[in-house]
């Protein structure tokens, strides 16, 4: 990049004014961004300060029985991507980490049996053991911080065992869909962990509502899914 160096001694941007981003390096060695609105992340003061001003713009967010500093959730992506390691760091800056439930026998394949590499049948596939493992760690790793929760589409095969094994493992909260999570509260039981449908419609919300209330719930938030939606929720 050309021209000078900033106070800092990082790196300067020949494009400021335009809202683009650039990498720099200050004195202290730790890394920052520019913006039009100059260096930001420079040294521990001003990442503090950047912390400060982002606790100003966003308000903390309730869900049931956790409050997330952020109202900031980490959509569920499945097969390893966001297990212990994501949820744990995302929970850990208060937000909200959540572990996918689908393809846990690849977590720790000496716990699940396999056939050419692959786990075999839905019983290891989505390993029990491996997955309340994962959400128990992702909770150690958050240090008490955010929330830790999950991700259950409803089409996957065991989806009862599944919502049953994340309220035994400590889950603070369900994302379900891919399908109705109509019988949600029945599996999840008197437990107190957030249930939140992902819905498509108004119509599903009221569908939703009135299948839940037999069981004594409502949903404690809810996600929509537009036509527009990428997938990871």
């Known amino acids: 990049l050309r021209g000078p160096a900033p106070a800092g001694g990082g790196l300067h941007d020949p494009r400021q004014g335009q809202g683009q981003i650039a990498a720099c390096i200050d004195r202290t060695g730790e890394p ?86 692959r786990p075999l049948k839905p019983v290891n596939f989505h390993h029990s053991e491996n997955y309340k493992a994962i959400i128990r760690s992702a909770k150690q790793r958050s240090g008490g911080r955010g929330a830790v929760g999950v991700n259950i589409l409803c089409a996957l095969t065991d989806y009862e065992r599944q919502v049953k094994d994340s309220v035994e493992a400590g889950a603070q909260y369900i994302i379900s869909g891919a399908g109705l999570p109509l019988r949600l509260p029945e599996f999840a039981g008197n437990a107190d962990i957030a249930l939140i ?20 719930r409502l949903p404690d938030a809810i996600v929509l899914e537009g036509p527009k939606s990428g997938g990871h929720q």
Request: glycine letters at 14%; hydrophobic letters at 35%.
């Open 197 to 216: 449908p992902i819905v498509s419609s108004p119509r599903v919300v009221d569908l939703i509502c009135k299948r839940w209330k037999r069981s004594g």
């Open 32 to 117: 920052g961004v520019r913006s039009a609105a100059g260096w930001v992340g420079q040294g521990l003061s001003n990442r503090r300060l950047s912390n400060r001003r982002m606790s100003s713009q966003l308000p903390p967010l309730k869900i049931r029985n956790f409050t997330l500093e952020y109202p900031i959730i980490q959509g569920g992506m499945g097969v390893g991507v966001s297990w212990d390691r994501l949820a744990g760091a995302v929970a850990s800056t208060g937000c909200a980490g959540t572990v996918s439930s689908a393809g846990t026998g690849y977590w720790n394949t000496r716990e699940a049996r396999l056939i050419n590499g």
